[in-house]
């Protein structure tokens, strides 16, 4: 008989395996992929953490969040009509400081944008909050506006890393963005933290090592030879509930990176994660949803503001221009 | 005005405050609602605030001068935000979930000014109050005269407004809490030496007497003794409040004579000078018509017998004769208290003399029940009521001729007998009151156990007298200090009338009871935790009650810890008020003559 599991994330953010499958990431990537970094393809097992693995005292995360405030239409002088989108981002990091127990808001940077394709709209004021405009190039159909948002965001969040790390750091702390690593890549001593699995990246025979780690076991590295790709690893939280993929995570690094270091950092982030893993009653999105992470997206939505007020202030502002 | 703004750290509001000497302590939340006589203060990180700390903030308005909006914390709470469940703190305390630890301060307005009542905006800028903004915020401003009453948590006098204490426009002193730790006494004469010593009562300060029951242990009879465990610091404390740390500088200790004893010496054991006995004469007794006060419910309408009483003292009055310290009624003489008694029951248990004693419509069960409760009284009285000892001996306590301070004695005295002299003795100075008219000079009368003597329940004749002072006592210049265990218990109408309302440390259920409502609830709760020397004293002109801590007596409190007692007290009040008396006994012989 078929053992059924059900998945810990609320159902609402989807599932953490997205696809057609019932075991595994959906679509099959087209990717390149090395599978002989660490050890040789053929030899692929489940890695425990080694004995001489780093545990960093001081860990960074970084996350971003957005939210749509209301959508607009402008009404040029020639009687044309743009879509717009007011939204409000912002992004944070964490400092984790493991030795001596404390976790706080090493920065936090909000930021409001008016997303349009106009090319007659301006800044719009709305109460004590200013929405800057953001031209999009194109047609500007109100669709694609939400993806227009996530440009900025990343910025910000590369910018608030970069800047968390300006108060000290000791050379040996670990900066885990939330996502793939994309544009973040030059950061240094960086991992991205891919929560869901879209993507078959590895051939049959690897990925079925994959349900097979236990908690706090990691796959080998290896190397994806796509765009935004890079050194990558898969590995297991704590917490998950047992079905073949949860509590799975890929992490991957730069490919800038030598292959040693992308090994250190698999040794390091393995030994790191399972610590900040969430338990399912606390976090619909447990136990992928790190702990930090997400005490800080509910600060950073915190600072976002209250929705109906900003709601009801562009309203206002807008009624005003008229 | 929208509550989001992109603006970090905004000074909104910090112009407003006008005092750049004190660091902001934090700002007035929005997330709670803020109304003009109560809101919350968010505390800065790094500072803090604690409870009865006095704070200040300031509203701006247009067209107007701005509102100074003063109050005292009475809350304080520390929470962790951005933490959803209570195990999140594990998280935190590990280091893996961001947090902000955040303390918050609920302020209640003491004062507003201009009396305009307006809540203060979010986000104003709450300071520390100092100086003369913290004297504004609690109104010692406004006191004409200020009696020091002890330092508040902030190490600062705090005062007592004399208008409230001496009848101008309050009086009366009602201070409750639990036996032992509450320090009741010890507060109240800190009072009584805070008004006689720091001269804000001018003349009638001065001028002021005291008298004092002692009810338990002989603590108060060395208020005239200088306490050998004074410290410097308690002196600094002295100082601070500007009175000096010295002893009671007049006292006159008086004690009921020994039991037994036909010489009539003081009953005391550590106290060994100057203490003068009290007693009443049997033609006293007849004359003033003391017999209500043997009994505890004499006034009590459901009672029969009290029509007795009310007879039977009506015949003494009448046909008593004072006769060599004793009395002689229907030809016969009478010499003390017990005589006395069976006598008057001799009398009506005879039916040829009963209807002269106590009227014909009078039947034998009442008689009984009046001759049963009478008997009962010869062991407690028989010391107090006296026909063997000389007339002309000075024995009346009477504060008009006594020292400042009048100490008696009761500690020694069954529950009847304390009830006999404390009814009888504040009958007789009430009385003296009314005769002369003026409110001047003061009385303060101290009285521990009024549950005791006025409790809710019944009427007694020492209940009537006390509710006299209560409710007249004020303009005739009567102050009651009286203290309580459960003020929940004594006559409502006495603690209506106290003016001033104190609280030590409660007794978990009675701390519930409404009589103690003009305490916050979180005061509340504290009192029930409050030291020895701490205090919550409310007054009518600030509405939150002050927490105050008094002092360490300057004056000894046992004899263990008393000093040298002061010479005057090693001369006898025999020598000092009888004029008939050895010749020289007045100036300054230091040995008591025996008369």
Known sequence: MT??????????????????????????????????????????????????????????????????????????????????????????????????????????????????????????????????????????????????????????????????????????????????????RQLPRTIGYVKTQQKHYLPAAQEAIVPRLRPGQRTPVFHLGTVWGGWSWYLRLPGSSGAPWSGIVRVECSPELSPDQAIELAGVSVATLPRFASSAYKDPRAPQNLVPIAGLERRLRGMLGDARVLHRALSLATSHGR | MIPVSDETGSARGGKLNAQPDVGPVGRVLGTADATPLQFWTAVNPGSYLQLDDVVVTKRDLPDREPVTIAGVVTQVRARHEGAQFDSDVFAIADGTLPAMVQEAAEITTTRVDPELYVPPAPGAVVHRATGDARDAALHFDRMERRVPMGTGRDGVPVFLNADFLDGTRGAHVSISGISGVATKTSFATF????????????????????????????????????????????????????????????????????????????????????????????????????????????????????????????????YAVPAEGGISIDGKRISSYQDLVDHIVEQLTD?????????????????????????????????????????????????????????????????????????????????????????RPLLFVVLDELNKYAPREGSSPIKEVLLDIAERGRSLGVILIGAQQTASEVERRIVTNSAIRVVGRLDPAEASRPEYGFLPPAMRQRALLARPGTMFVNQPDIPVPLCVEFPFPAWATRKSESGPPPAETLRSIVQGADPFAVVGGRSGADDDIPF
């Open chain 1, 3 to 184: 053992r059924m599991f059900v998945d810990a994330w609320d159902p609402s953010y989807g599932s953490s395996f997205e696809g057609d499958g019932a075991d595994g990431p959906g679509s099959s990537s087209s990717a390149q992929v090395d599978l002989d970094v660490e050890v040789p393809a053929a030899e692929w097992a489940p890695m425990d953490v080694s004995a001489g693995a780093r545990v960093p005292d001081v860990v960074f995360l970084v996350d971003g969040v957005r939210r749509n405030d209301a959508g607009l239409w402008t009404a040029e002088e020639d009687g044309t009509t743009y879509a717009g989108l007011a939204a409000s981002y912002a992004a944070g990091v964490v400092r984790c400081d493991l030795a001596r127990g404390v976790a706080e808001l090493a920065g936090a940077r909000v930021s409001r944008g008016l997303f349009t394709a106009s090319p007659s709209a301006t800044d719009v004021q709305a109460g004590s909050v200013r929405y800057e405009v953001h031209r999009i190039s194109g047609t500007g159909e109100a669709s694609k506006l939400p993806a227009a948002v996530q440009g900025p965001l990343t910025a910000l969040e590369i910018e608030i890393s970069a800047a968390a790390r300006d108060g000290g750091s000791d050379g040996t702390d670990l900066l885990i963005v939330d996502g793939p690593l994309r544009n973040r």
């Open chain 2, 191 to 318: 009072l009584l030496y805070s008004v006689f010593r720091s001269g804000q009562l001018g003349a009638d300060g001065t001028n002021a007497r005291a008298l004092i029951f002692n009810v338990k242990g002989e603590d108060l009879l060395f208020l005239d003794h200088p306490n050998t465990k004074l410290d410097d610091r308690t002196r600094e404390a002295y100082a601070l409040l500007g009175l000096p740390a010295a002893p009671f500088p007049d006292v006159r200790v008086y004690a009921p004579p020994r039991a037994g004893d036909s010489s009539g010496a003081p009953d005391v054991s550590s106290r060994l000078t100057g203490v003068d006995a009290f007693y009443w004469t049997l033609a006293e007794f007849c004359d003033t018509k003391l017999l209500p006060y043997v009994f505890a419910d004499a006034d009590d309408e459901r009672q029969q017998y009290t029509m007795v009483v009310h007879s039977v003292t009506a015949h003494l009055n009448r």
């Open chain 2, 351 to 439: 039916d040829d003399t009963r209807s002269t004693w106590a009227g014909s419509a009078v039947n034998m069960g009442t008689v009984n029940a009046f001759a049963r409760r009478l008997i009962n009284s010869k062991r407690d009285l028989s010391r107090l009521i006296r026909g063997d000892l000389a007339q002309r001996r000075p024995h009346q306590i009477k504060t008009a001729d006594s020292a400042q301070v009048t100490v008696v004695d009761l500690h020694n005295l069954p529950d009847r007998a304390q009830r006999f002299v404390v009814g009888v003795t504040l009958k007789t100075e009430f009385e003296e009151k009314e005769k002369s008219g003026t409110g």
